[in-house]
C-alpha cells in the first residue's frame, strides 16, 4: 500500500480518502483530523508568514495586482489548517494576508478580485472552524484564541479605513461580519 501512496497523483488519494471517510464510521474522521492537524503542527504549517510577497507592489500597475504564487501556497495552507480544525492559526494567518492586501488595486472580474473574494469566505470558514474548535474543547488557549480573533478584527477594519479614505473599494464584507457577531 505504502508504494501506491508514494505514487498516486493528489487527485486520486483525495477521492480514496473522501470514499473511506463516506463509508467508514465517524469515529475515522474524527481520527483522520486529529493526524492531520499533527502533521500540520509538526510541518511548521501553523506559523505566521512574512507578509512580504503575498501582493505586487508596483506602481506602474494603475489598474490590477496580479495575486502571486506566495499567496497562493498560504491560502492553501490557511485552507488545511481551518479544514483540519486549527481555526485559531488559520486566523493569525489571515490577518496577515488581509493586512498587506491594504490599498492594493483591482480591476472588476480580475483574477485577484476572484481571490480576494475567496479570502473574505476563508475568514467566515476560519470563524466556524474556531467555533468548532471551541465547542469540542480543542481550544485550550484561550487567551491566544482571542488574540487570534482580534488581531484580524482589527486587520479587517483598517482595511476598511483605507477604503474610507478613499485608496480602494472594500474587500472583507463577509468575513467582517462574521468576526462581528462571534464574540469569544
Known amino acids: 500500500m505504502d508504494t501506491f501512496i508514494a505514487n498516486a497523483n493528489a487527485e486520486d488519494l483525495r477521492a480514496i480518502v473522501r470514499g ?17 492537524r499533527r502533521r500540520l503542527v509538526q510541518t511548521g504549517a501553523t506559523s505566521v ?6 501582493f505586487i507592489s508596483d506602481a506602474s500597475r494603475s489598474l490590477s495586482t496580479p495575486p502571486t504564487e506566495k499567496l497562493r501556497q498560504v491560502l492553501s495552507r490557511v485552507r488545511a489548517l481551518y479544514g ?12 496577515v494576508i488581509v493586512n498587506a492586501a491594504e490599498g492594493i488595486k483591482w480591476t472588476e ?5 476572484t481571490l480576494l473574494a475567496a479570502i473574505d469566505v476563508d475568514i467566515s470558514q476560519a470563524v466556524q472552524s474556531c467555533k468548532e474548535e ?3 474543547g480543542r481550544a485550550t488557549d484561550m487567551s491566544f484564541a482571542r ?5 484580524l478584527r482589527v ?19 463577509q468575513g467582517e461580519n462574521a468576526l462581528d457577531y462571534w464574540k469569544i
Open 49 to 54: 508568514p512574512s507578509s512580504e510577497g503575498l
Open 155 to 173: 486587520a479587517v477594519k483598517e482595511n476598511r479605513m483605507v477604503v474610507v479614505s478613499g485608496e480602494g473599494g472594500y474587500l472583507f464584507e
Open 134 to 136: 471551541v465547542e469540542s
Open 147 to 151: 488574540a487570534a480573533v482580534n488581531e
Open 84 to 95: 483540519a480544525g486549527l481555526g485559531f492559526a488559520s486566523l493569525k494567518i489571515l490577518a
Open 20 to 36: 473511506m471517510l463516506a463509508t467508514s464510521p465517524p469515529a475515522s474522521a474524527s481520527g483522520l483530523a486529529s493526524l492531520a
Open 109 to 113: 472580474g480580475s483574477e485577484l478580485e
